[in-house]
Nanobody, 123 residues
Framework: VQLQASGGGLVQAGGSLRLSCVASGFRSDRYAIGWFRRAPGKAREGVACSGSGAADKYFLDSVKGRFTISRDNAKKTVYLEMNGLNSEDTATYYC?????????????????WGRGTLVTVSS
């Protein structure tokens, strides 16, 4: 089981980035995939989640209306589209697969984690 996150980079405040999470070694369409982030000196927090059902989505309050999550099951990829970025979004972003099909918020409920991708928002 592997998850590979990519798409991070340096962007100016107000800009956009799209992160990708490519899964391999398991049927990712049967599991919820979440995006988490950890900023320097802060705890890890769940940013968004896409359940195996199309309507099952979760967003952190601070990113609602700015971030969207989608998946392409044929490509085994989950995308996190981030718009209106600000300095508070600067963090290393990780994707992870939950132990079941439904979005959950606790990181402990995610079994498999990918390596992070760094997002830096300059003001």
């Amino acid at each position: 089981v592997q998850l590979q996150a990519s798409g991070g980079g340096l962007v100016q405040a107000g800009g956009s980035l799209r992160l990708s999470c490519v899964a391999s070694g398991f049927r990712s369409d049967r599991y919820a995939i979440g995006w988490f982030r950890r900023a320097p000196g802060k705890a890890r927090e769940g940013v968004a989640c896409s359940g195996s059902g199309a309507a099952d989505k979760y967003f952190l309050d601070s990113v609602k209306g700015r971030f969207t999550i989608s998946r392409d099951n044929a490509k085994k990829t989950v995308y996190l589209e981030m718009n209106g970025l600000n300095s508070e979004d600067t963090a290393t972003y990780y994707c992870a697969a939950a132990s079941g099909p439904i979005c959950v918020t606790g990181p402990i409920l995610y079994e498999h984690w990918g390596r992070g991708t760094l997002v830096t928002v300059s003001s």
